[in-house]
């Protein structure tokens, strides 16, 4: 938290500018090949965006960290999620079996893990030294922790995340043009993208929301029972025992048909306005209610408002460069710039 905290003054700074970076690789791939494939440039530009805002350094320092690093991070996030992660691409019981049964070695990434950690332990001075100062963490530690934040909770989560979002938005022409016309009037007569505009675009931030609702990047959670206790659903109770493993599926919690209204609908204004609001009650992606706090104490996303609120800008920032898109949640096909 105190990490997001430091990172928050050049947040929206390096969004833009590692986001400009990417709408230009996707632009010239566009009149190369007629097509974009973006998840991996767009993985580049978490990943330069993630080190610049969360350890403070600058990713082009290091060429080969600038090209390797997030390539890194993919093999390394895919040896610990696979084991828990349905993938689909073997018939059951042979996923099971065959990917879900065994902890995976670590050797297979441990090399150009080091060369990461040994990029932080050389650039990332001041957020290493606010861990071992301001927290009792040793040097290692410190290192270990934020490359967990930026590589596992951070970049794994946005690579998740955002294709959906803009998988979403490229292919619906009709949500494209209210959008735009929310974020140009907001932003329009002088005022800029920032935190406080970005927070008056009120489809903006329900289209985040539901996309978050519809398809959580995070579907499953665990966790062991700390004490005895009863959990209630809307017509039964159960009893849990301390120690016993609870796994909380978010898909259907947050497809409820006794809280949503037509529930495996994607809406996008279903957050509008007061009754909408009160929704955000039950939108859980973050292992918490989103009008809940993250604290030491819980298990919620330390970065559940930044993430919304990054989305949001992602979102605002596109409409401000392009008036259309077209493509899907792995291409893009076209963009027509801002007129
Ligand atoms: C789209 C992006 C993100 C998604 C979908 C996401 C989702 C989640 C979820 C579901 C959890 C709970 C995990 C569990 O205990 O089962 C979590 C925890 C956490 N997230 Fe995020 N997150 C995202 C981005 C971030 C970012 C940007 C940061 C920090 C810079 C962050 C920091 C954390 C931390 C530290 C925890 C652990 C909290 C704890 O155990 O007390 N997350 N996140």
Request: aromatic fraction near 10%; glycine fraction near 8%; include cysteine.
């Amino acid at each position: 938290m105190e990490t997001l905290k430091r990172s928050s003054k050049v947040w929206l700074r390096e969004l833009r500018s590692n986001l400009n970076i990417f709408w230009g690789t996707i632009e010239s791939e566009i009149s190369k090949n007629g097509a974009a494939s973006y998840v991996f440039p767009l993985q580049r530009c978490i990943f330069g965006f993630l080190c610049a805002s969360l350890a403070g350094v600058d990713v082009s320092v290091s060429p080969d960290i600038a090209e390797s690093g997030w390539k890194t991070l993919n093999t390394w996030l895919a040896l610990q999620v696979i084991p828990t992660t349905k993938l689909g691409v073997l018939p059951q019981p042979l996923e099971e079996i065959l990917l879900h049964t065994w902890a995976y070695p670590s050797q297979i990434v441990a090399g150009n893990y080091k060369k990461l950690y040994d990029f932080i332990d050389e650039n990332a001075g001041d957020c290493i030294r606010c861990g071992q100062e301001d927290f009792g963490l040793t040097r290692e530690e410190a290192i270990h922790n934020l490359l967990f934040v930026m590589g596992f909770n951070a970049y794994g989560g946005f690579s998740v995340f955002l294709p959906s979002l803009i998988g979403r938005i490229t292919g619906d022409s009709g949500l494209q043009e209210r959008i735009r016309s929310e974020v140009r009037r907001v932003c329009g007569s002088g005022s800029d993208l920032d935190y406080k505009t970005v927070n008056e675009m009120e489809l903006v931030k329900s289209v985040v929301y539901e996309t978050l609702r519809f398809s959580p990047p995070v579907p499953l959670q665990f966790a062991r029972a700390r004490k005895d206790f009863q959990i209630s659903s809307h017509d039964s109770v159960f009893e849990v025992k301390k120690g016993e493993l609870l796994c909380g599926y978010q898909p259907m919690v947050m497809r409820d048909g006794n809280v949503f209204d037509e529930p495996d609908e994607f809406k996008p204004d279903r957050y509008i306005g007061q009754t909408g609001s009160e929704l955000l009650d039950y939108l859980y992606w973050s292992n918490g209610p989103q009008t809940g706090t993250p604290s030491a104490a819980n298990k919620q996303c330390a970065a559940k408002d930044m993430v919304t609120l990054t989305a949001s800008l992602i979102v605002a920032d596109l409409f401000l460069r392009y008036d259309s898109i077209t493509g899907d949640s792995g291409s893009i096909k076209s963009v027509v710039k801002a007129t």
